[in-house]
């Protein structure tokens, strides 16, 4: 199959045609229109064969991981996605493959409203990367830089599922029945938590997506916003799954330190309290508050359970 082809059957009438889209796949460039007032957000993942994914994993799972990972950044910064391009390097071109991609693509595109208005097809490793678009009111984007001391620092719904989910898929933890499906399914699919991040803006000082863990993550937004951040283990919020494995004789790392959740962690003022548990509660979803912001010598993250300091093992980063 040609890569004309592939492009026409496979990648075309994904997700719905929006009228700020002046022009979509089929030319040398697409061309968006931002509406007067907005602003574009825009954010790069790549998912690599053996690096992030299994070289045998279902395409179906993969198409829809990929895009709640970039729809996650979207939600991070409290934007509205709409558009995306999906660059393509696919060993061989097999169509069975290759419809299923697609078909759980156009499902999870058409369900977030996301457009793909343009890519890159090639052959070569497995490799798969979407950047992704949306729009945000101006002046109003969930920065990292944001924080301020004597903030409260919050979590959404639980973390640990996905970091669980792969340890008992390595064979490295057990769980059973429905608390493992659970966990495999929160790494597998992850909820990127769009109507969270809008509700946020104008409400949390500084925000992001836990993508490398909540203390590697909220070490980004101590850096940025020039603070320190403590953090009391025992308020994380964990699953029924993940309490199982606690119960098992697991401990808190994969909680705090395991990647994957795409969980929205955020700091916001302490007179916001009611106005969070307002969001909280429209939305169906737990904020849990976690700690709070402080100033320190260091721009770190501290951990600490039952007063004492808890030791965290260093978490998963590329290059190191
Ligand atoms: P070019 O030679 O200019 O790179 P291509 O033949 O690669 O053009 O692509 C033709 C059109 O198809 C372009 O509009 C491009 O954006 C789109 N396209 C190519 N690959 C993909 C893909 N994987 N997903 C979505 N659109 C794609
Ligand atoms: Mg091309």
């Known amino acids: 199959m040609a890569e004309f082809s592939i492009i026409e059957e496979f990648c075309h009438g994904i997700g719905p045609d929006h009228a700020e889209t002046k022009l979509g796949i089929g030319d040398d460039a697409a061309i968006i229109a931002v509406p007067a007032g907005m602003e574009l957000a825009i954010s790069a993942d790549t998912m690599v064969s053996g690096v992030h994914f299994f070289a045998d994993v279902n395409p179906a799972k993969l198409a829809h991981k990929i895009l709640a990972v970039n729809l996650s950044d979207m ?4 934007a ?3 558009w995306a391009t999906l660059v393509l390097t696919i060993p061989e071109f097999d169509t ?7 078909d759980s693509l156009k499902l999870n595109a058409t369900r977030f409203k996301l457009q793909i208005i343009g890519g890159d097809t090639t052959q070569g490793p497995l490799n798969l990367s979407i950047t992704i678009m949306g729009l945000l009111p101006q002046g109003q984007a969930l920065c990292r830089s944001g924080a301020m001391r004597g903030d409260d620092v919050y979590v959404s719904h639980n973390v640990g599922d996905a970091a669980l989910g792969l340890a008992v898929l390595r064979g490295e933890a ?3 029945g429905v608390f493992r499906d659970s966990v495999v399914s929160a790494l597998e699919a992850p909820e990127p938590r769009l109507t969270l991040g809008q509700s946020l803006l104008g409400v949390a000082s500084a925000c992001l997506d836990i993508s490398d863990g909540l203390i590697g993550d909220l070490g980004h937004i101590c850096q940025q916003s020039r603070v320190s951040i403590d953090i ?3 308020l994380i919020p964990l ?3 993940y309490l199982q494995y606690l119960a098992n004789g697991g401990n808190l790392d994969l909680a705090l330190s395991g990647g994957d959740d795409y969980e929205l962690a955020f700091t916001a003022s302490s007179n916001r309290r009611d106005e969070i548990a307002r969001i909280a509660e429209q939305l169906g979803i737990s904020l849990t508050r976690v700690g709070s912001v402080v100033t320190k010598r260091q721009e770190a993250v501290s951990v600490s359970l039952e007063g004492v300091e808890y030791q965290l093992p260093t978490s998963f980063e590329h290059f190191s």
Do not use: H, I, T, Y
């Open 96 to 102: 069975d493959w290759l419809g299923a991609f697609s």
């Open 239 to 241: 699953s029924d799954a």
């Open 75 to 78: 939600a991070a910064m409290g």
């Open 174 to 176: 057990r769980l059973d």
């Open 80 to 82: 509205e996605p709409k």
């Open 232 to 234: 009391d283990a025992g």
